[in-house]
């Protein structure tokens, strides 16, 4: 008897396909894509040629494993806050394939080729799901870039004001400006967050439980004036093009110079997070420690701006920055904001949470997959992830988009149970996750992950 043509086919009444829905069978041989099939609707069980056949329910629609290219693991160093183990298992668990790891809060901060080996000894046997790395541009490592560069790195990273963390310090003018000459040369991307540190200094320092003092102290024009900084010195440099890209995006005001700049030739995408999109500063609560990041979440107006700018394309990406740690670190005892570290934990939930959201805005499945998907990867130049395409690695979900929970901190997989999101209801549920072609069962053993390298390497 012949062997069967495919090693598993996903029947599929719903599925995301080059930017919209229709019913598909999509057949994977030795772990890719091999075939889209049209799918007849009026004779679903038609025989498929295949080992295995995985039929999706008729509320079920198969999306793209989700790209996530703004994810803090913070081993090794600081694994107590979140591991390869953990974080991994928590992106199955949310839909997410692929993430691509920051290069600080673990210690030693991923700035020089050597830190990056132990980043990856530490996640390759640990990966539950595909694992990238980017590299970090700090004072006095431009010389290190190259190096990280030739290793693999998705980019390099760099702050224009404290990170929050000693051993990953901002560039000044004259750093960033090395940092920004090298990437282009090196044709590497340089992610930057970006607020200013000077308009930082100079605001009311924050104190307390009171959110309102936080909001304050890092205010929509530090955010914009790092952009502009960005983007002059992006037009400024010459002869290489460099490519710059605005981390998690908070203030709508930073648009129209990120609009002017795109007009005028400049290379920048931008991204935003699922709470900027989701969580309005009406309703954050005094001593609600859970939900201080930086840039901050702010007001109902701003968040209407960012959603009308997602959906018109300005903002290309939403990405988690899954940035967790301890419970006494986020200081839930006292609900100072100022003692309390900043960042949000939702590598498991953005799909649920951004679909919730985009349903009210009229933002389709589609939709989701472009910022979720296809966009994050397109930037970092993985054409083989993101997508249900003939070729593409076989990183698939199952999604219910109809079904409903309430957020429990304690059943995520994520180390610790912190979260912005607890008692929230959500719609939308993972059902099940696919790794080039191999079910990922976040509760299991077994580990799938691969380290992934610029370009599609392995
Ligand atoms: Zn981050």
């Known amino acids: 008897m012949a062997e069967p043509a495919f090693d598993r086919a996903f029947v599929a009444s719903r599925a995301v396909v080059e930017g919209a829905e229709r019913p598909c069978v999509v057949a994977v041989r030795d772990g ?11 004779d679903p069980v038609a025989p498929v040629d295949a080992r295995d056949i995985v039929r999706l329910a008729h509320t079920e629609v198969l999306l793209p494993g989700l790209v996530d290219t703004h994810v803090h693991i913070n081993e090794p160093g600081r694994t107590e806050w979140e591991g390869f183990d953990t974080g991994t298992r928590a992106a199955a668990a949310g839909g997410v394939t692929t993430v691509i790891d920051m290069p600080l809060n673990s210690i030693p901060a991923t700035t020089t080729a050597a ?12 990966a539950h799901v595909d694992v990238g790395f980017w590299g970090g541009a700090v004072p006095g490592n431009v010389a290190e870039l190259e190096g990280l560069h030739a290793a693999g790195v ?15 310090p901002p560039l000044d003018g004259a750093g960033l ?4 000459a090298e990437t282009a040369r090196l044709g590497a991307l340089l992610i930057v967050h970006a607020e200013d540190a000077e308009l930082i200094a100079a605001a009311p320092a924050p104190a307390g439980p009171s959110y309102a003092m936080y909001l304050r102290s890092r205010p929509p024009a530090a955010e914009e004036r790092a952009i502009e900084r960005i983007l002059a010195e992006a037009v400024r440099i010459g002869p290489a093009r460099p490519r710059v890209h605005v981390l998690h995006l908070s203030s709508a005001g930073a648009l129209a110079q990120l609009r002017a700049a795109r007009a005028a030739g400049v290379d920048v995408s931008v991204e935003t997070c699922p709470h900027y999109l989701a969580i309005v500063a ?23 701006r960012l959603w009308e700018a997602l959906l ?58 472009r910022w979720m998907a296809s966009a994050p990867a397109d930037r970092v130049g993985l054409t083989l992830k993101g997508r249900i395409a003939v070729g593409a690695d076989a990183d698939l979900v199952v999604f219910d988009p109809e079904a409903e929970f309430v957020v429990d901190p304690d059943r995520l997989q ?4 912190v979260s912005a999101y607890a008692g929230r209801r959500l719609t939308g549920v993972v059902r099940q996750t696919w790794l080039r072609g191999e079910r990922v069962d976040p ?9 992934i390298e610029r370009g599609g390497r392995e």
């Open 32 to 42: 890719r894509i091999a075939a889209v099939l049209d799918l007849n609707p009026a």
């Open 115 to 126: 830190a990056l080996a132990r980043k990856r000894d530490c996640a390759a046997a640990q």
């Open 154 to 168: 998705f980019g390099f990273k760099c702050f224009l004001v404290d990170s929050g963390v000693p051993e990953f």
């Open 177 to 180: 400006t090395a940092a920004m």
């Open 282 to 304: 009406e309703a954050i609560d005094d001593g609600a420690t859970q939900f201080k990041c930086a840039p901050p979440i702010r007001d109902a107006a701003n968040g209407d």
């Open 312 to 369: 018109g394309g300005e903002i290309d990406m939403i990405v988690s920055d899954h940035s967790p740690c301890t419970a006494e670190l986020k200081r839930r005892d006292t609900g100072d904001f100022a003692a309390a570290w900043g960042g949000i934990a939702s590598l498991e939930l953005g799909l649920p949470v951004i679909w919730t959201a985009a349903r009210a805005q009229e933002g389709t499945l589609a939709d989701v997959v």
């Open 414 to 417: 994520q180390r610790n149970p």
């Open 443 to 451: 509760s299991s053993a077994a580990r799938h992950g691969r380290l």
